[in-house]
C-alpha cells in the first residue's frame, strides 16, 4: 500500500509521469494521481519547439509554466524535455540557413532553459532527442543535413550555459538492450565526454511492446553507460500490446515493467523511471501504434492494471 513515489523515494529514486496539460487542467482523477503516486514529472509536449517558440522570438510558455507550477505545487521534480529534435519543431526552424539555424537552436535554449534555470523544480533537461537512427548512422535530420555533428555539442554548451546546475541529458528509443544503435550512442556519449562537451545523462525511452520481447541485457547496459561516468535514467516507458486487451497480455506486460524497475533499481547510476504518461485514456501509443494500445499502468478508467501493482511491488 502507498503511492508508487512514496516507495520509489525509500529506494532513492524516483517514478515519474509524462503529463498532458489538456486534462491536467480539467479532469479531477488525472490530476490526484499526477499529484499523489509520483514525485516526477515531463511535459508529454509542452515543452517542444513547436510549443515555446512557435515563430522565431516568440515564446509562449503557458503550457509549460502550467506543468512546472503543477510539480512545484506537488513537491516534485521537472525533466525539461526537448530541447532540440527533429519532430515537432516548427518548419521556420527547418529552413534557416546554417549560420541562423545555429544562432536560432542557442537563442531557443537560453530561453526556455534560462526560464526555469533558477526555479528549484526544474532539474533536468533533454537537450538532444533521438539523433541516432536505428542502425547506429546519425540520423539525417533538417539539424544535421545543415550543421553536421557538430549541432550536438553545440546543444549541451549552450544548455550549460543557460543552467549550469543542471543536469543535461542525450534521450533516445531502442537503445535499451545493447545493440548497434546503443553503441553508437555509447561511443557519442563517451567522445563528447572526452571532448568535455557537458553530457550528464544519458535517458533511455523504453518505448517497449509485449510482442517484441523483452530487452534482457537492459541492466548490463545501463550499466556500461554509468561506468562512463553518466546518470542514466528510464524517460518514457510505456509497454505496448496488440488490442485488444486480455488477461494474459496484461500479465506479461506487468512483467514487462517490473523488469524495467528492477533494472534500474539494480545501478546505482539510474536515477529512476518515468513512465509515458500513467492512464490508457491518455496515450500516444494508439494514435501512433496502428491496433496497439493498452500501454500504461491505469485504465481508461483510472483504475489499476497489473502493471501498477508490478511497479509498486518492484519498488
Ligand atoms: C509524443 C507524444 O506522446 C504525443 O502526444 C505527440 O503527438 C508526439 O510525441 N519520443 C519522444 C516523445 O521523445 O516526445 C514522443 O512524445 C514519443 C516518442
Not at 532539474?123 to 539539424?143: L, Q
Not at 528509443?173 to 572526452?194: C, F, P, W
Not at 571532448?195 to 523504453?206: I, K, L, T, Y
Request: aromatic share 10%; proline share 3%.
Amino acid at each position: 500500500s502507498g503511492p508508487l513515489r512514496t516507495h520509489a523515494a525509500g529506494r532513492g529514486k524516483f517514478i515519474g509521469a509524462a503529463l498532458a496539460t489538456g486534462p491536467l487542467s480539467n479532469e479531477t482523477s488525472y490530476r490526484n494521481l499526477a499529484a499523489t503516486e509520483f514525485n516526477q514529472v515531463t511535459a508529454e509536449n509542452a515543452m517542444k519547439w513547436d510549443a515555446t517558440e512557435p515563430s522565431q522570438g516568440q515564446f509562449n510558455f503557458s503550457g509549460a509554466d502550467a506543468i512546472v507550477n503543477f510539480a512545484t505545487q506537488n513537491n516534485q521534480q521537472v525533466h525539461g524535455h526537448t530541447l532540440v529534435w527533429h519532430s515537432q519543431t516548427p518548419g521556420w526552424v527547418q529552413s534557416l540557413s546554417a549560420t541562423a539555424m545555429r544562432t536560432a537552436m542557442q537563442n531557443h535554449i537560453s530561453q526556455v532553459v534560462g526560464r526555469y534555470a533558477s526555479n528549484a523544480s526544474v532539474v533536468s533537461w533533454d537537450v538532444a532527442n533521438e539523433v541516432f537512427d536505428d542502425n547506429g548512422n546519425m540520423r539525417t535530420s533538417f539539424w544535421y543535413n545543415t550543421l553536421g555533428q557538430s549541432y550536438i555539442a553545440d546543444a549541451f554548451r549552450a544548455a550549460r550555459a543557460a543552467d549550469p546546475d543542471a543536469r543535461l541529458c542525450i534521450n533516445d528509443y531502442n537503445v535499451e538492450g545493447i545493440n548497434a544503435k546503443s553503441t553508437a550512442m555509447y561511443n557519442l556519449v563517451s567522445s563528447l565526454r572526452q571532448q568535455n562537451v557537458p553530457v550528464d545523462c544519458v535517458g533511455f525511452q523504453s518505448h517497449l511492446a509485449i510482442q517484441y520481447g523483452f530487452p534482457t541485457d537492459l541492466q548490463q547496459n545501463l550499466q556500461r553507460f554509468a561506468a562512463l561516468g553518466v546518470q542514466v535514467r528510464i524517460t518514457e516507458l510505456d509497454v505496448r500490446m496488440q488490442m485488444p486487451r486480455d488477461a494474459t497480455k496484461d500479465a506479461t506486460q506487468a512483467t514487462y515493467y517490473r523488469n524495467v524497475v528492477n533494472a534500474c533499481l539494480a545501478v546505482t547510476a539510474c536515477a529512476g523511471v518515468t513512465i509515458w504518461g500513467f492512464t490508457d485514456k491518455y496515450s500516444w501509443v494508439p494514435d501512433t501504434f496502428s491496433g496497439q494500445g493498452a500501454a500504461l499502468i491505469y485504465n481508461e478508467s483510472y483504475q489499476q492494471k497489473p502493471s501498477y501493482t508490478a511497479v509498486h511491488d518492484a519498488l
